[in-house]
């Protein structure tokens, strides 16, 4: 991996120091990006690749970092943030900042190596996330087109009208406040599509 030639300066984290050599402003949106696809790593592969072994019941280990001689195990990890904080060095963070403590490198190398050794992981990740929206603006596009359609066939009923609106503020409010997948939405959509159903035949 080739070093980068801007010059650096250290960034305390806690008692760790890290380097973080600045970005261009014309490189900034592309190292965000970057950094993004290497968060979105899964951090135990990581782990398993600088040879750190988490305890899978405590989910904590000794911390790996040059710039603590730790003896208590107090690195831990959290699965559902990917990410891990040491409370003994105060570093935390997510994969990329977790390859920079360790490799003593700055975040934009750290990301670097990240992404050239788990592409196949993030490809597969992305192609997961793009058929998950598609599929899900599918649905949208399809609830939006039933309550067009309920709309049009009951324009002079109020009432009606007015218990389209309820239906469609339990759909939006539902879907914000729980942020429900793809399989929650379906089923909701599907139940919402019943109660129309059941309207028409009153």
């Known amino acids: ?20 050599r600045g970005f261009r402003d014309d490189d900034e949106a592309a190292a965000k990006i970057l950094i993004k696809k290497a968060n979105s790593v899964n951090i135990l592969s990581i782990f398993k690749k600088c040879s750190l072994k988490i305890d899978e019941y405590a989910k904590k280990a000794h911390c790996p970092f040059p710039h603590h001689n730790d003896k208590s195990a107090s690195f831990y990890y959290y699965k559902d943030t990917n990410s891990f904080y040491c409370f003994g060095c105060k570093s935390g963070g997510g994969p990329v900042e977790f390859v920079s403590l360790i490799g003593s490198i700055d975040k934009r190398e750290a990301a670097e190596k990240i992404v050239s050794k788990f592409e196949a992981d993030i490809n597969l990740e992305l192609s997961c996330d793009t058929k998950d929206f598609a599929a899900r603006q599918q649905m949208f596009l399809e609830f939006s087109t039933l309550i067009r359609n309920f709309i049009h066939s009951n324009s002079d009923d109020d009432a009606a009208i007015h218990y389209c609106e309820k239906l469609s503020l339990i759909f939006d409010t ?25 309207y028409r035949a009153q």
């Open 1 to 20: 991996m080739r070093s980068l030639q801007s010059k650096s300066r250290s960034i305390s984290i806690g008692e760790a120091f890290i380097t973080d």
């Open 174 to 198: 539902i879907n914000i406040k729980h942020n429900i997948d793809n399989e929650g939405l379906k089923s909701l959509i599907a139940k919402l599509k019943i109660k129309l159903g059941q």
